[in-house]
């Protein structure tokens, strides 16, 4: 953005001085652009040290066989990504993941949206209720997952106490093959939930309220009619950005794995940024994790390219 | 179809009186316009009608069909935004036909795909179609059907919008300042579809705006309305040369009417600016008496004569066929404005003593509170006042 700026502010400047500023004008047209590229600088230098060379790094990395803290390394090519597609564990995980993402989204979109119609229903408390339901998000997930951990705990955890108490069948929540992605991807759904909440308040706050009323007007006044006549379709460009965004966060899962269930039990737990951190930091098969990596960032890659062109072409009214 | 009799209307939001007990008539087939300055409350008597809101005592009957309490689905009447309030993500096909499917389809019926399989739905959505095209021929957006609004240009989405409320045919049209997003040009063109929309369509409409020009210009009759009350209803020509209030003088005419501050001399007689008017208004002597004097109300005195008073120039403004000239007149609130046809005003210099004569029979008489005073004889004679 900022060389183009300062080279279309320096083209505004030029049209408006006339031969008798010719002097500074002549001078202007070198220093501004310098002054541009060197506005520019710092942003650009940070960018470039802690992500694109990083990048580069990795995809150079995926190429060779280099372990961490070895002295040599030797290029391999392409081997790297044959063994990460042929791997059952990377299958494992990236069908994990899939699973875990597509349990996610729809739950925190979902119950984000009701939640935000509910709040936004009520005249009291809105504040209140906003704030309760956005603490998941903002807390430490570690300390969280602690939390969890007490809750699901099979003989201690309230929740099997609750669900005993009420009759409902109890398990090992974390440590059960059939439960624990589930479970986990609760948690996710608990944890984003609020982001989605706030993103979609705001996004019911900026309908105008004369659509509301010319629906009342036209006939669409019953809740069926008003939700989709008038706040889904105007919701959707923020939809649209709130899917993708929960959606990267669901595939970087992390942390609760590490905590919680390490990959276990066997490897019904395991995703792809936990694989990715058991081959290259405890394996130390640095080559092979630049491989995951590079498959992991180009998911991420599409993701965004397809919020970009969706939202471009449907989803943008004005 | 039938009037619109509203009763004792009031509304307030939280301490603030917005609408004070307002009754009004309107006839079938009226083209009435609430006039006044923003805030005055002729949004909110919109959207009463419209069953937006809902007033806090009165009632309001169409015809003989009482409306209170009916969802405004339920009412007849069809609406205009300013802001024109069409849906975004539909076509313009479908934003004009949403009134008809919300009416005639059942919720199952209006379904995607399923819906268009379900018995009877598709001759029914057949008649919308052919409906919405002959409405969108007669507004001239027929080959517009396809596009969103966002590729509309104002006076297109106007069109969209008044498009949207005709496809019902409802008894009454409110307008909410349906051309005040509009630049100037498209303003006078769409003010007269508008007028042409109502003579062809014989329904009632009621038009709400802070435009005196498109109040005078569009309507049967004019109701003026401030701070929450009606001040006047009235023809528009009888608005502006006959207002029954201050403020309805001085929101109607442009440029301001002028206002000149006079006292009382005896019955018969008021003290304004060194002369003493002979007039037919009885008030008690020294009573501060507010004079109206429209600009065209002055002329350049005739030699000789003495119904005179004068002020310096202050400024001259060149309207084309007409000058304003603006005068410092002892007496009166602001610069006295008066209008003058170009020819007479060659000579005029700023700072000059410009002697203007009364017109006497255009003076309008106010009382302290603005109320207006009327004369049944007005001014016949002007005598100089004797100072000392």
Not at chain 1, 257 to 277: D, K, M, N
């Amino acid at each position: 953005m900022m060389p183009s700026s300062g080279i279309s502010g320096h083209a505004a400047h030029a049209a408006t001085s006339g031969p008798a500023r010719l002097k500074t004008s002549v001078i202007d047209r070198f220093s501004e652009p310098i002054a541009a590229y060197l506005f520019v600088l710092p942003g650009a230098a940070l960018l470039t040290i802690l992500f694109i060379l990083p990048v580069i790094a990795i995809f150079v990395i995926a190429t060779t066989n280099w372990t961490f803290g070895s002295a040599n390394l030797s290029f391999v090519g392409m081997r790297n990504f044959r063994e990460v597609f042929a791997d059952s564990v990377f299958r494992i995980s990236f069908l994990n993941t899939i699973v875990y993402v597509l349990i996610v989204v729809p739950g925190t979109i979902g119950l984000g949206l009701l939640i935000a119609l509910l709040i936004e229903a009520r005249q009291s408390l809105r504040g209140f209720y906003r704030a309760i339901h956005f603490l998941p998000f903002m807390a430490t997930l570690a300390a969280t997952a602690v939390a969890w951990e007490m809750l699901l705990h099979p003989t201690m955890g309230l929740v099997n106490q609750a669900f005993s108490a009420l009759g409902l069948p109890t398990a090992n929540w974390l440590r059960d093959e059939k439960t624990v992605l589930p479970v986990l991807a609760f948690i996710g759904i608990w944890q984003n939930l609020g982001f989605a909440m706030v993103l979609f308040l705001a996004g019911l706050k900026a309908i105008p309220i004369d659509l509301y009323q010319a629906a009342d007007i036209d006939g669409a006044d019953g809740w069926f009619d008003r939700l989709s006549a008038v706040t889904l379709p105007m919701l959707a460009p923020v939809s649209m950005f709130v899917v993708v965004v929960v959606a990267i966060r669901a595939f970087e899962v992390f942390d609760t794995i590490a905590i919680l269930t390490q990959g276990g039990p066997g490897r019904a737990s395991e995703v792809l940024l936990y694989t990715l951190y058991r081959e290259s930091f405890e394996y130390l098969r640095t080559g092979y994790g630049a491989a995951v990596t590079v498959v992991f960032l180009g998911i991420i890659v599409t993701l965004t390219l397809a919020q970009v062109g969706v939202m471009e072409k449907r989803v943008h009214y004005a | 179809m039938a009037g619109l009799s509203i009763s004792g209307v009031s509304k307030g939001f939280g301490s603030v009186r917005v609408l004070k007990e307002i009754s009004l008539e309107i006839e079938d087939g009226e083209f009435l316009t609430i006039l006044g300055p923003s805030g005055c409350g002729k949004s909110t008597l919109l959207k009463i009608l419209a069953g937006l809101e809902t007033q806090d005592s009165g009632s309001i009957f169409l015809g003989k069909r009482q409306l209170d309490g009916l969802r405004p689905k339920h009412r007849d009447v069809a609406m205009v935004f300013q802001s024109y309030a069409l849906y975004p993500h539909m076509t313009v096909a479908g934003n004009i036909a949403l009134p008809l499917r919300m009416r005639r389809l059942k919720t199952w019926q209006r379904l995607p795909l399923l819906g268009a399989l379900l018995p009877g739905t598709a001759a029914i959505r057949k008649a919308i179609a052919a409906e919405v095209s002959r409405v969108a021929a007669a507004l001239g957006i027929d080959r517009l059907l396809d596009r969103k609004p966002a590729q509309l240009s104002g006076g297109q989405r106007q069109r969209v919008a008044v498009g949207r409320a005709m496809v019902r045919e409802p008894a009454v049209f409110l307008m909410d300042e349906p051309l005040s997003n509009l630049d100037a040009k498209l303003r006078v063109q769409m003010r007269a579809e508008i007028k042409e929309l109502h003579r062809r369509l014989g329904t009632t409409f009621i038009y709400v705006t802070h435009d005196q020009t498109e109040a005078m210009t569009l309507s049967d009759r004019v109701v003026v309305m401030a701070d929450g009350e009606i001040l006047q209803v009235a023809r528009p020509q009888d608005i502006y040369a006959d207002p029954c209030d201050l403020r309805v003088a001085e929101f109607v005419g442009s440029p301001k009417i002028n206002i000149i501050e006079g006292r009382m001399h005896r019955d018969g007689l008021i003290d304004v600016a060194g002369l003493r008017l002979p007039v037919d208004v009885t008030a008690a002597a020294g009573a501060r008496i507010l004079i109206g004097v429209r600009p065209e109300a002055l002329g350049l005195a005739e030699p000789g004569s003495n119904d005179v008073i004068s002020g310096r120039v202050r400024l001259i403004e060149h309207m084309g066929s007409d000058v304003f000239v603006h005068v410092e007149m002892p007496g009166a609130s602001g610069l006295f404005v008066v209008r003058l046809p170009l020819e007479r005003t060659s000579g005029i210099q700023l700072g000059e003593l410009l002697e203007l004569g009364l017109r006497p029979g255009q003076l309008l008489f106010f009382d302290a509170d603005g109320r207006r005073i009327r004369t049944s004889s007005s001014v016949t004679r002007i005598e100089r006042r004797a100072f000392g």
